[in-house]
T-cell receptor, first 110, second 112 residues
Framework: TQLLEQSPQFLSIQEGENLTVYCNSS?????LQWYRQEPGEGPVLLVT?????EVKKLKRLTFQFGDARKDSSLHITAAQPGDTGLYLC??????????FGQGTTLQVKP | DAGVTQSPTHLIKTRGQQVTLRCSPI?????VSWYQQVLGQGPQFIFQ???????GRGNFPDRFSARQFPNYSSELNVNALLLGDSALYLC???????????FGEGSRLTVL
């Protein structure tokens, strides 16, 4: 059972455009992590959000955790070719099961 | 400092064979988790071990098994390989049960 719904699954945009990736769940989660994976490498952590309504910024990336802690979004401003990759959300859990979303493949064309 | 290391990086097996994948966590990390990833999709959780005990299991058949050793390294075993087992197998380590995951570069398994 997929507990995290990520959208869109694929995004192809031109350099300089803005985009938003969404991660949704039907149940509350204690925390959420966003990772980025480049071809041939393992995912790398971008940010962890814990508090409902929390907003974190990482240069041109803005991460938001929904007030009800059932959803999160990643917004990229003025995308660059270096942002190309697979973006993944991961649901925090103390039960031992670590659930990723399906992933969003982002392609930024120069 | 060495990151998470996995071996082998690539391997080819035939249907029905068995495979063992190995993972060495970052020094000091006591948690290791395993994932199966097909191209363009998110990793699917297989197992998590913490302090040498299984702490979580994903929806994979009993052909998949794992263990963690006293030095916190880990092995993932897959028996009776099927074509559908072809994938990238990722290992991640973390210092806490629910902390940041540090991934290796994976073992790419091809089943013919």
């Amino acid at each position: 059972t997929q507990l995290l719904e990520q959208s869109p699954q694929f995004l192809s945009i031109q350099e300089g455009e803005n985009l938003t990736v969404y991660c949704n769940s039907s149940s509350v989660f204690s925390s959420l992590q966003w990772y980025r994976q480049e071809p041939g490498e393992g995912p790398v952590l971008l940010v962890t959000v814990v508090t409902g309504g929390e907003v974190k910024k990482l240069k041109r990336l803005t991460f938001q955790f929904g007030d009800a802690r059932k959803d999160s979004s990643l917004h990229i401003t003025a995308a660059q070719p270096g942002d190309t990759g697979l973006y993944l959300c991961l649901r925090g859990s103390n039960t031992g099961k670590l659930i990723f979303g399906q992933g969003t493949t982002l392609q930024v064309k120069p | 400092d060495a990151g998470v290391t996995q071996s082998p990086t690539h391997l080819i097996k035939t249907r029905g064979q068995q495979v063992t994948l190995r993972c060495s966590p970052i020094s000091g990390h006591k948690s290791v988790s395993w994932y199966q990833q097909v191209l363009g999709q998110g990793p699917q959780f297989i197992f998590q071990y913490y302090e040498k005990e299984e702490r979580g299991r994903g929806n994979f058949p009993d052909r998949f098994s794992a263990r963690q050793f006293p030095n916190y390294s880990s092995e993932l075993n897959v028996n009776a390989l099927l074509l559908g087992d072809s994938a990238l197998y990722l290992c991640a380590s973390s210092s806490l049960l629910a902390g940041e995951l540090f991934f290796g570069e994976g073992s790419r398994l091809t089943v013919l």
